[in-house]
């Protein structure tokens, strides 16, 4: 009598593929309900520097700055991407900071990134040395921003190019900072960088519309960013602070926040509560 144990191992094997495609489909319809047609906008807990991340309705990811290497951003971008979408669409380098695009080389390596705005600035460290081999290597199609420059990431959703203007004169990197206006619907959330207040002043001088329901603040909450007259033309609902604990700068700046409160400004701290998201519907935003 032959042995029924090659067809029983088989029959197991068999299982097991069938095991995986169910455990695959129903991983793909959970990511597929959070397509809920709202904007997603988590600024990510990495410590002291920069990193947002933006899902729009139609699921492209826009993640802005990716933190210091070692910041946690791999973590991060795991806990809100689907494990099987390797793909960002659109990567904004604000500036050459280690603490803004340290994070972004692993990101490079580990996710295809489709285009990838960056200023063009040149910085002699080693960190901006490794991100541009990196950057190079990776396939990324680079694109240099210009004020009035749109980037639609689909039909209700853009980004607005604002800063630095043109003919602005800078003096330092934070200067150089890119400064861009996410826009979902009737919705807009103001993504600053490092700019200080003469950077943002020039942006107002050009006469552009910043009105904004969130305002990431710039520079960490650092007394060199966001004046009075970026708050006055922003009129946010909310203005989110990316900082580390107990960092060393003294982030954010209690005049910063003193500013922020006279405006009657909601403020959220990564420091404090860790990552924070809002979502938008286009017609509201409002924080998850």
Known sequence: MASSYPKVKKIYRRGLIILALLAATVWIAVFSLQRDLLLHVAILDIGQGDAILSTTSSGSQVLVDGGPAGGGIMRRLGERMPFFDRTI????????????????????????????????????????????EKLTASGAIV?????????????????????????????????????????????????????????????????????????????????????????????PDFAAISVGKKNRYGHPNEEVLSRLAAHNITVDRTDEQGTVEYVSDGVTLKKQ
């Open 143 to 235: 694109i240099t921003p210009r004020p009035g420059m749109k980037l639609w990431l689909d039909g209700p959703t853009l980004i607005e190019v604002l800063g630095p203007p043109e003919n602005f004169f800078a003096t330092d990197s934070n200067e150089t900072s890119i400064v861009v206006r996410l826009r979902y619907g009737k919705t807009a959330i103001l993504l600053t960088g490092d700019a200080p207040i003469s950077e943002e002043d020039a942006i107002l001088a050009a006469g552009r519309s910043i009105r904004s329901n969130l305002l990431k603040v710039g520079h960490h909450g650092s007394r060199s960013s966001t004046g009075d007259a970026l708050l006055l033309a922003t009129f």
């Open 89 to 132: 669409e659109l990567v904004i380098a604000t500036h050459a900071d280690a603490d803004h695009i340290g994070g972004l080389i692993e990101v490079l390596s580990r996710y295809r990134v489709k285009y990838v705005l960056t200023s063009g600035v040149i910085s002699d460290t080693a960190t901006f040395r490794a991100f541009t």
